[in-house]
């Protein structure tokens, strides 16, 4: 089947301006979650949302806000970027049961400038 | 809370070294345990897990036991290549929750 596909790449934009990213988890799967990661802090988690109610929310500013639509596709929105927001966005799909694995994308490779 | 605590890196080895990659956590009740790979510019892949205490994961030579009673999960492998130069990333998820927590990744680099 079909992975978790994320869209766009890759990304430049400028200071100020705000971005948003796509993730299509696999087939089957509600659970989606985004995670920012850089050099310097790692992989941080951003937030889970599951049947389009947001879950579980790590420690990052209001900028960061997601959503997830009906077919479990799952949207994330940065506004009024920062220079430090340049990261590699992952998004990882899994069930709700038990003991299994999340099944990451590509990510998203984000630049500002 | 849940946290997984990971080796630091970076690690350089020579090609068929032993190669263990140390991984410990701190977790209510009983998480399932795993590691993930990343090659550059790429997301992260599973490579093994295991669910309970003593479960043992293993996959293209690389294991892990899951020792409960050292909240322990440490990655080895016996003779390292060049292809397994990539980051690798210990994983827990709660059992009371969806929510997996990740350590820091530990880079890996096998010279031949």
């Known amino acids: 089947k079909a992975g978790v596909t994320q869209t766009p790449r890759y990304l430049i934009k400028t200071r100020g301006q705000q971005v948003t990213l796509s993730c299509s988890p696999i087939?089957?799967?509600?659970?989606v979650s985004w995670y920012q990661q850089t050099p310097g802090q790692g992989l941080q988690f951003l937030f889970e949302?599951?049947?389009?109610?947001?879950?579980n929310k790590g420690n990052f500013p209001g900028r960061f806000s997601g959503r997830q639509f009906s077919n479990s596709r799952s949207e994330m929105n940065v506004s009024t970027l920062e220079l430090g927001d340049s990261a590699l966005y992952l998004c990882?799909?899994?069930?709700?049961?038990?003991?299994?694995?999340?099944?990451f994308g590509q990510g998203t490779r984000l630049t500002v400038v | 809370g849940d946290s997984v605590t990971q080796m630091e890196g970076p690690v350089t080895l020579s090609e068929e070294a032993f190669l263990t990659i140390n991984c410990t956590y701190t977790?209510?009740?009983?998480?399932?345990l795993f590691w993930y790979v990343q090659y550059p510019g790429e997301g992260l892949q599973l490579l093994l897990k295991?669910?309970?205490?003593?479960d043992k994961g293993s996959n293209k030579g690389f294991e892990a036991t899951y020792r409960k009673e050292t909240t322990s999960f440490h990655l080895e492998k016996g003779s390292v290549q060049v292809s397994d130069s990539a980051v690798y990333f210990c994983?827990?998820?709660?059992?009371?929750?969806?929510?997996?927590?990740f350590g820091t990744g530990t880079s890996l680099t096998v010279i031949p």
């Open positions: 990882a799909s899994s069930s709700r049961t038990p003991n299994t694995e999340a099944f």
């Open positions: 977790a209510t009740g009983y998480p399932s």
């Open positions: 295991a669910t309970k205490a003593d």
């Open positions: 949302y599951f049947s389009e109610t947001q879950r």
């Open positions: 087939s089957g799967h509600r659970s």
């Open positions: 994983a827990l998820r709660s059992n009371t929750g969806n929510q997996f927590y």
